[in-house]
């Protein structure tokens, strides 16, 4: 059991931004931003390569109700999802980082 299924499963405490029946966001442990909230489903999927794009868009549609409770959706804000050891993915668990509250540097 990776580390994001003991936090669905109430093995590990975070703090929690948003959760349904199927997706939990919560604030990341290190953050990189002012605010920096990590979005997830509660079923484990490995990572956005293996996802069906009807999880990815029932999970954008909440990453977007998240960036409204944060009050970060009309000033910006970044969605960041790591895929694999190359792409710096440390938790084998889909997940997007959404960071913001501050201006970002360019990233691209």
Not at 15 to 38: G, M, T, W
Not at 70 to 94: T, W
Request: hydrophobic share 45%; net charge neutral.
């Amino acid at each position: 059991m990776n580390v994001f299924e003991k936090i669905v499963a109430g093995e590990i405490p975070c703090r929690k931004v948003l959760e349904n029946d199927k997706f939990l966001a919560f604030y990341d442990i290190a953050p990189k931003a002012r605010v920096h909230v990590l979005a997830i489903p509660k079923k484990c999927v490995k990572d956005f390569q293996e996802a069906d794009s009807k999880l990815l868009g029932e999970l954008s549609a909440f990453v977007q109700e998240v960036v409204k409770v944060l009050e970060i959706d009309k000033i910006g804000y970044r969605i960041v999802s790591n895929i694999g050891a190359d792409g710096g993915q440390e938790v084998p668990h889909l997940h997007f980082h959404i960071l913001g509250g501050e201006k970002l540097g360019s990233f691209c």
